[in-house]
Structure formats: C-alpha cells, structure tokens
C-alpha cells in the first residue's frame, strides 16, 4: 500500500502546544481539522493523553459524520492489562465511534513485560473495538518478546530529515515482520518547515527549546543541513515542509507520515506534499546530505529525550 499523509492531533487542547500560544483556540482546532478534511486527508491520529482527552474528543466530534471514510488512531500509556479495554472504551466515546482503526501502546518502559497488555489488545480486537494493535516509540529489542503474545500490526517512532535513526534496526526488523510504519514529527516539530535559524524566534517559555535538535552541542553541526535543505525546496519551487514531508513520502516502507498544524494554512501547504514527487537525483543528494545524522544519536534515544 502507498504513502499517505496523516494529520497528527497532539497539538489538540494540548498544554505543550498551547503553553506559547495563547492566540491557538478550540475554534481554530476545528478549522485544522475541516481543513484536512477537504485536502483529502483521511488518517488522523490522536491520544488518550492529548490534551487530557480533549484530542480525541474534539477530533471525534469533527469525524463522526464521515467516520467510514477516513482511519483513527490513538493511543494509550502503559496502564494494568486489566483496565486496558476501559480505557478503549472511554476513547471509544471520546472518538463518538464504535471502533479504532490503530490502537497503539504508547511509550513502553523498559524491562517491564507488556505481553498481558498484547494480550487485552487482541481481546479488544475480537471485541470489534481496535482493528489494528501498534506501538508507539518501542525498539526492535522491545517488541521482539510481544510478536508471540498477538499481531503487531503497526510501529509509530520519530523520523525526520533531521532524525533517521530508525532505519539502523527497527526499519528492517519491522520489515521483516511485516509491520508497518509510521513516521511522527516529520517536521522536525517545525524546524523543517521554517528558514535556518527560526528557532532562535521561538518564545523563551516554548517547550520545543528542549528537542535534542535544538541543544547547543547538536545545533550547530544541523545549521548546514538546513540551509542546503532549504535551498533544494526554493530551487524546485516547494516550501521546507513540502521538502520534508515528500521525502517521509518516498520511503517505501512508510505507510503513514504525520504532520502536526496550528492553522489551515498550514495544513493546506502541507496536504501538497502528498502530490509532489522529488526527482530520485535529489533523493539521493538529499539522502547523502542526512545520513552523516544517522549515529548523532544513539539508537534508542527520542527527539524529546524522553525516559519514560
Ligand atoms: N507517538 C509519539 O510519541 C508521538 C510524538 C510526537 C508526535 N506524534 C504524532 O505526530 C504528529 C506530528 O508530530 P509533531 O506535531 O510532533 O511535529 P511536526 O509535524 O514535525 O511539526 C508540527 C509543527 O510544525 C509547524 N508547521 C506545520 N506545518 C507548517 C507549515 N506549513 N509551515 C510552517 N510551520 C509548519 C507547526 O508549528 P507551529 O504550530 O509552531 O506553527 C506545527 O505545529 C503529532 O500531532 C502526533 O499525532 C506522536
């Protein structure tokens, strides 16, 4: 199955998004949303945790009247097996839907052995509830012990221009096990979709200063890459965030790239990406430009540097 965009809804009655922008409202959420909607974007993708509920409900409020053309996905924090199918129930209401099209784990923790939860997504799947169980920023080592405990059918991690980290392993272990992928904050969280330097603009309070990109040890070496990158997108007539967005869309093995938005212009800049095609001499420039990112940092490491 080909590439497709997805509008990411984290930013969705969600604190770190709102934190620095006071002016981002419910109303102009409902504008993103309606915007995607008539660009075409038929895959959404939100969280329990997103703003509190508040993400899927709002999204579920905009979808249910179109619900069986367009695919939901969301998301929950390790919590005891036993209450997982509750939790799918409360998304199920949120969502105003009788079922999830991918229900991820979301960031798993180290050591602790996630077969029973496997085991109550399968039990929600026979259910009707979820069709399709996916984890979300898990390692190959991580989901190896789970492919005995039901179907992993999808994998959601970080990957970007800027952060390809997953190709090394999981890229090959999931196609290996016919797992398909998902790629999240494929604009760098907007670093991508900006001119050089635009993070210097953003508001002290803004909490993307703390993304592994922006750290002074990192920020300096990506400065040059940016700018080339930058460049490619003004010599063919697209934006950075077209750039980057088609780039996520030529990879062969991606079934969905998420995009995150604030406003319908943005959504309608982004949607074009999904038509545009990059001449395979600029993939590879662009390839050989970002693989030297591949081993800045480890392996098991998240943009947010986040240890769950
Ligand atoms: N599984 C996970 O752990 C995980 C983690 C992160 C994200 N996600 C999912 O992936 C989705 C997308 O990721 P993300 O929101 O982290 O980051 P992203 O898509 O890389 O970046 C989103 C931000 O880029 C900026 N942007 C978007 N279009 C633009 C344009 N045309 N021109 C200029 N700036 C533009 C906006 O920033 P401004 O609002 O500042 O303009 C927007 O909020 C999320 O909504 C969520 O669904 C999942």
Redesign the pocket.
Same mark, same amino acid.
């Given at each position: 199955m080909n590439s497709e965009l997805g509008l990411?809804?984290? $930013?969705f009655g969600d604190e770190y998004?709102s934190s620095s922008?006071s002016t981002y409202s419910h109303r102009e959420t409902v504008r993103v949303i309606r915007a995607a909607l008539r660009a075409g974007i038929a895959h959404f993708? !939100?969280?329990q945790g997103y703003g509190n509920g508040v993400s899927e409900q709002v999204t579920g409020q905009q979808l249910r009247q179109i619900r069986r053309s367009v695919s939901i996905a969301s998301?929950t924090y390790l919590r005891p097996a036993s209450t997982v199918e509750q939790g799918i129930e409360k998304s199920l209401r949120r969502l105003c839907t009788d079922y999830i099209d991918i229900f991820y784990l *979301?960031?798993p923790k180290p050591s602790q052995d996630l077969r029973p939860q496997i085991e109550a997504l399968e039990r929600a799947r026979q259910k009707g509830y979820i069709r399709a169980i996916g984890l979300?920023?898990f390692s190959a080592p991580q989901i190896q012990p789970l492919l005995s405990a039901g179907q992993i059918d999808y994998c /959601?991690f970080?990957y970007?221009l800027l952060w390809r980290t997953a190709e090394l392993s999981l890229v090959p272990f999931c196609r290996k096990h016919n797992i398909r992928m998902v790629s999240?904050?494929? @604009? #760098? /969280?907007?670093l991508l $979709? *900006?001119p050089p330097g635009w993070a210097e603009s953003l508001p002290p309070e803004d909490p993307r200063h703390r993304l592994l990109f922006l750290q002074p040890e990192v920020s300096p070496r990506l400065q040059p890459i940016l700018q080339q990158l930058w460049d490619y997108s003004r010599k063919i007539g697209i !934006?950075g #965030?077209q750039l980057a967005l088609a780039w996520n869309l030529s990879r062969p093995w991606n079934r969905y790239t @998420?995009?995150? $938005?604030?406003?319908p212009s /943005?959504v309608e800049?982004?949607s074009q990406a999904g038509s545009i095609h990059l001449p395979p001499e600029l993939i590879e420039k662009i390839d050989a430009l970002t693989t030297p990112l591949l081993h800045l940092w480890p392996e098991s490491e998240n943009i947010f540097g986040h240890r769950p």
């Open positions: 990411g809804c984290w $930013a998004w922008d993708d !939100t969280a998301k *979301h960031w979300s920023n /959601q970080g970007s999240y904050s494929s @604009l #760098a /969280q907007g $979709a *900006h !934006t #965030a @998420l995009f995150g $938005a604030r406003r /943005q800049e982004c």
